[in-house]
């Protein structure tokens, strides 16, 4: 991959069905149609297409190919690469499908063609089947969810929906959506009810549920008796999943896709696949695939069997040479027999018997005919090997020595050499894993310096745009200072044009007019000078605003003044009987004081007149005379900003035809509760 190209996505397809060249073939031309490209000539061994900036081009050669898919998104180059090979003999057919970026803007689904080749076979990824769709599993199959979540072959993740209790069909939506973009790279699962999610969260323990809509991504490998850091199986909660819906998704979805491109190809398909690259090049014949790929074996099998016999070797206690017998192959001085090793190949005999000043005083032991080899260097290394190839074996023979108890001297000793052994490898074992428990240590630490840095440079990030907002919102201020200024003059010049008849000239004086610097100094000037408008005790909401945004305070204290005057002038209006309607009337007619009509809201949505909680904390102390509870539900408000956080609110009662003919003014101050703010 070029250095300046990102890795989307990855998947590594096994597949077993040939030919693999005809299904990837119809799936693969099926999405090209959809791009508007041909479909491709099965007699062709290589074609190109090229159409509105798409560009695609195929080959093949013998039992391998590759198809690539070059278009621009969002000003970027997307290269989507397939590259297969058939199976032969002795190897499994594979295809490699990748998606890279030049200058990454987002990330990337599994491309189109894939659930519908997924559908022509059963496809795996080396241990898990790969399906265009979510598993749907019931509490009977709890346990075979669990077993393939544990295989140590599988490689890419597995992704699981919980049952919502709030929507019972977004879980299936939710799964449809992760299986479309994930195809490939991961596997989706869900519940089939909420019986089936219970014997799930029982299973797999505390730590590692998933539950209320959310979904949980599992990556491998993946040991649920063992697992010692349960949220790097990242979980995604339900309420961001119904909060945020598709945004949710998108990145589980990364999340999940991202876990296998950052994976190296096996060992096997790596290979293959430096081979098939020479092999289109035309700088390698067919056949080579199979003399690289499928003879490297053999050696690898003879290098395990070796390891085998030196393990053996080292595990029979040394003694001191004696006579040999002919029955037994010597015997120690306390007279019980010593084990003679089986011949090696060839037929030349080995000693399991360290010589003399070799293995006893820890230096290397050369078996007869052999190299020298380091004994704590052999232990470590096949000690893997011990724990996870030959365990079956070992615990084979040591079950055949516990049958032979009793039959002779021989099968005693045996008995306790394999007790040894096996006491060995629990050793080994926990060596091993102990071992990996700190390098997993360690990569946590890394891991934690490097989201330390990146933290420290995300802070330095927001306390400078924190400074550069605080700038914004105070030229945000002045702005709005000068435009009202401005207004207020062309009003005052529009009033004096009119009552002198005549145009004015020269520099007109400027209108008087109170500007507040904050809420709190709005409402000591509305109780001061407004004599039809009675605000109650709301000093703390105000101020609240006031000390927390001390710059945008200024804007809406403006915008509160102008209301307040404007609540004044309609109930001196209304009180006389020179205006019949109600306030939101008044600022659509074309009164001298009025504020813009998609500032005020007479009445409040349904959900706040049904809920307690809602209603109660809009209900405002009043006088007798208006309610004899002393007590009103004052819906009608004003907005001093439409939305975003926080959004200020001045809560009225219109009382200017009643008793007291005056407004009431309940609450000055940020967004009440509702099902949004809460």
Known sequence: MPPNFTRLYQAVLRDTTAPISLRLRRTFGEWLVGKGLPFPDAGLPAQEFDADGTRARLERRGDCGRYVVEETREGALLRTRITYHEPIPGLAGWVVVTVDEDGATGGGDAPGFLPAYLRTARITDGAVHLTDAPDVLDEYEIPRLIHTMAQRERRVPLVIVSVDPQDAAAAGGRADHLAAATAGAGVVV????????????????????????????????????????????????????????DRALGLVAGGAIGETARRALPDDVGRAYRIVSRILAGKARPGDIHDVVVARRAPADQEREELRRRMMALTVRPGPVAAPSPASGGADKNGEPRLRPAPASGGVEETAEPRAGSAA?????????????????????????????MRGELEAALDLAAQARGSGPESGHLLRQMRTLGAHVDGLREAVLARRRGEDLHAHEALLAEAEGESERLAAEMERLRAEHELLQNEYAEAVANARKLEKRTRWLETRLAASGRPAYGVAAE????????????????????????????????????????????????????????LDAFAKAR??????????????????????AGMVAMSESRTVHTNGRYSTSRTFSVPEEVHSSGRVLMEAHIKLRKGGTPAPRIHFHDDSGGATRRIWVGHVGDHLPNTLTN
């Open 190 to 245: 869900r519940f089939a009810d909420a019986q089936a999610q219970r014997r799930f969260n029982e299973t797999i323990g505390p730590d590692l549920r998933v539950f209320g809509g959310g979904i949980r991504t599992y990556v491998a490998p993946f040991d649920p008796e063992a697992e010692s850091h349960p949220f790097r199986h990242r979980p995604m909660g339900g309420a961001m999943l119904r909060a945020q819906s």
């Open 361 to 389: 005083a820890g230096q290397p032991v050369a078996p007869e005919g052999g190299p020298a080899f380091d004994v704590a260097e052999l232990a470590r290394t096949v000690a893997a090997a011990v724990v996870t190839q």
């Open 511 to 566: 209108e008087p007019d109170f500007e507040p610097t904050s809420l709190m100094d709005a409402l000591n000037m509305a109780r001061e000078t407004l004599g039809h408008v009675m605000i109650g005790d709301t000093d703390t909401a105000a101020t609240k605003l006031d000390l927390a945004y001390p710059t945008l305070s200024r804007v809406w204290a403006a915008k509160t003044w102008d209301a307040l005057r404007a």
């Open 575 to 596: 009180s006389s009987g020179e205006f019949a309607g109600g306030f939101l009337q008044w600022c659509m007619s074309a009164a001298d004081l009025t504020i813009p």
